[in-house]
């Protein structure tokens, strides 16, 4: 069984930085993509960041391009979101997940990914 494991998430002020980690585990763990999600209080989830696995082209929502990076390190099975110039409106749980064997629809549909993690909440403020 596959298991994504976050952490990094905290209370930080407007204009800090966060780096979140996501450490997969599991024998069969072999994605195609791996990415990040988020949902504030109150609001719809909403895709944040995606990876693909092998080659490492990444894929941003426009919300949040110039300022989350994604990366990943393939030998220690990690997915890592480096969050620069935090706003309030940031505030929210981030999940992890991974897509490898459900239809694809997209790297930004949440359909798309087979597994996810528990969430790492980030609060900003301001």
């Known amino acids: 069984q596959v298991q994504l494991v976050e952490s990094g998430g905290g209370l930080v002020q407007a204009g800090d930085s966060l780096r979140l980690s996501c450490a997969a585990s599991?024998?069969?763990?072999?994605?195609?993509?791996m990415g990040w999600f988020r949902q504030a209080p109150g609001k719809e989830r909403e895709f944040v960041a995606a990876i693909r696995w092998s080659g490492g082209s990444t894929y941003y929502a426009d919300s949040v391009k110039g300022r989350f990076t994604i990366s990943r390190d393939n030998a220690k099975n990690k997915v890592y979101l480096q969050i620069d110039s935090l706003k309030p409106e940031d505030t929210a749980a981030y999940s992890c997940v991974a897509a490898q064997f459900k239809i694809w629809r997209g790297y930004a549909n949440p359909d798309t990914y087979d597994y996810w993690g528990q969430g790492t909440q980030v609060t900003v403020s301001s």
């Open positions: 599991g024998r069969t763990f072999s994605p195609s993509f």
